[in-house]
């Protein structure tokens, strides 16, 4: 049974950062592309980012694009989400996911492409 366990949310005030982690078991984590996505109250679950399988390649949503930075690590099964320079609109319920779409086939704004997820973790941007 595949689980990803996201850690690492909080509240923090515009400017700062935070570091988010994805714990994955169950299946042979490098051999999967993993994503992020974040889920305001209200509103759509939105894409993030996401990571190839090496971590040599990543996608960004054009929101994120430059505060923040996916990287894994496959020797501990676990990928992060480094967000810096944090706004309030970066407000949400944020979820790992994965997916067995190969890099080349994935569509990485679709949510449905994904297989697994997690069970999010709330991070809070004050103003």
């Known amino acids: 049974q595949v689980q990803l366990v996201e850690s690492g949310g909080g509240r923090v005030q515009a400017g700062g950062s935070l570091r988010l982690s994805c714990a994955a078991s169950?299946?042979?984590?490098?051999?999967?592309?993993m994503g992020w996505f974040r889920q305001a109250p209200g509103k759509e679950r939105d894409f993030v980012g996401v990571?190839?399988?090496?971590?040599?390649?990543?996608n960004y949503a054009d929101s994120v694009k430059g505060r923040f930075t996916i990287s894994r690590d496959n020797n501990k099964n676990t990928m992060y989400l480094q967000m810096n320079s944090l706004k309030p609109e970066d407000t949400a319920v944020y979820y790992c996911?994965?997916?067995?779409?190969?890099?080349?086939?994935?569509?990485?704004?679709?949510?449905?492409?994904?297989?697994?997820w997690g069970q999010g973790t709330q991070v809070t941007v004050s103003s």
């Open positions: 996911a994965t997916t067995s779409s190969t890099w080349h086939m994935l569509t990485p704004r679709n949510a449905q492409a994904y297989d697994y």
């Open positions: 169950g299946r042979t984590f490098s051999n999967y592309v």
């Open positions: 990571i190839s399988t090496s971590g040599g390649s990543t």
